[in-house]
């Protein structure tokens, strides 16, 4: 297929910022995507810019610039759109301060500490892929006590209950009463990968933060607060794998255009 014969809608509607590329998938099958007025059955379909695409009858909205946010998520908030329990979720307590956001990666509900934000879909898969291996630091809290001898073999990474880890870097920070507080990096973003790994381990956690993701760190940034990355750091941080990309697909956008 030449690059000219389009890309997945599923993508496009995600590059747009609507939502994911999975949410896009799931709209589809809903039905509630249409092209050139007809109801698409399978997000399996190229688009190019002469097609229209619609999302609940309503044409996508235009590609803003990339923005994204560092956050610091309180405990207690769902990173979800939707949640069956009706907890209350981090999109909804931003929803008056940012434009329509996606979070990149998750964290478990009493998780605290950085989450990053964006307003595009296709940059928030890219930073989630398991190739871009950014590292993941948190600092834990956790009810037990470990000897660094353990800590030590988890560097060659770790299969627990048929879930293989990579190289997890695992420090003892301090030791207070019955609780330890460790702080532990890895690069992969498995579902409670961190809880799993301390759970191996025999410890308990009862605190997670999350202290930096790749590039970018918690710092100073107060519980609750939303700081924007500045474009030119932004740029830097993520690189050109990801921006050289995305300007190339917005020139091919244009020179499709009639
Ligand atoms: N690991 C976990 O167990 N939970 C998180 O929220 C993040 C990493």
Redesign the pocket.
Known sequence: MSEFEGERIAKVIARAGLCSRRDAERLVGEGRVKLNGKVLTTAATNVTAKDVVLVDNLPLPQKEETRLWRYHKPAGLVVSNRDPEGRPTVFQKLREQLPRVLSIG???I??EGLLLLTNDGELARFLELPATGWI?R?RVRAFGHVEEAALAKLEKGVEIDGVRYGPVEAKIERVQGDNSWLTIA?RE??????????EHLGLQ?NR?I?TGFGPFQLAELPRGGIEEVPTRAMKSSIGEKFFKKEDDAHRRRKAQRP
Do not use: A
């Open positions: 998750r964290l478990d009493n998780t993941r948190y890895i973003g498995k579902n409670r990968e961190v809880k799993r790994i301390c956690v997670l999350r």
